[in-house]
């Protein structure tokens, strides 16, 4: 007999976050990670560049299975910028569909948010991506839009929820 498997869910409540345990959850559904992380001189962001930095993770199926469907995902990034409010921020699936995390926006400036959807919703819908395989090369990319000040990419990951 196979080990039961929990489903957390968190919920935000007034008084702050709950995380809620239901189960079981069958052996379809799984959760992975990829990350990288880069040193200041290999991940530069290019000032005031429209091409900005592309950034790729490679995800590949655990054990070579098929691809997996994307369920749900978090986009987690951890960037050094004096004006992090310059900076657009857009998460490009191997298929080549687009969402915008943080726009950049000169009436309105904001920094990005750490953890996508967790500390901030993103601009786009990251709802686009479910149902579409988890397999491919991954893009994250950086613009800044007004030069003077230059920064860097220190790492970013994606939580991917799939099934099978």
Excluded at 43 to 59: E, M, Q, V
Excluded at 103 to 111: E, M
Excluded at 118 to 126: E, F, S
């Amino acid at each position: 007999m196979s080990p039961i498997k929990l489903l957390r869910v968190p919920l935000l409540l007034a008084a702050g976050p709950l995380l809620v345990s239901c189960g079981p959850v069958g052996p379809k559904t799984g959760s992975m990670q990829s990350a990288h992380n880069y040193d200041e001189t290999s991940a530069g962001i290019p000032d005031n560049d429209p091409r900005g930095l592309n950034a790729t993770l490679k995800l590949l199926a655990p054990g070579g299975e098929r691809p997996l469907t994307i369920r749900g995902l978090t986009v987690e990034t951890s960037i050094v910028h004096a004006r992090k409010s310059d900076l657009d921020l857009t998460l490009i699936h191997p298929d080549g569909t687009q969402v915008i995390l943080h726009r950049f926006d000169p009436a309105n400036p904001t920094d990005p948010a750490s953890t996508y959807p967790a500390d901030r919703q993103p601009n786009g819908l990251l709802s686009v991506l479910n149902g579409k395989p988890t397999n491919g090369l991954w893009r994250l990319v950086i613009r800044d839009h007004r030069a003077g000040v230059t920064g860097h990419l220190e790492r970013w990951a994606l939580d991917l929820d799939y099934n099978r």
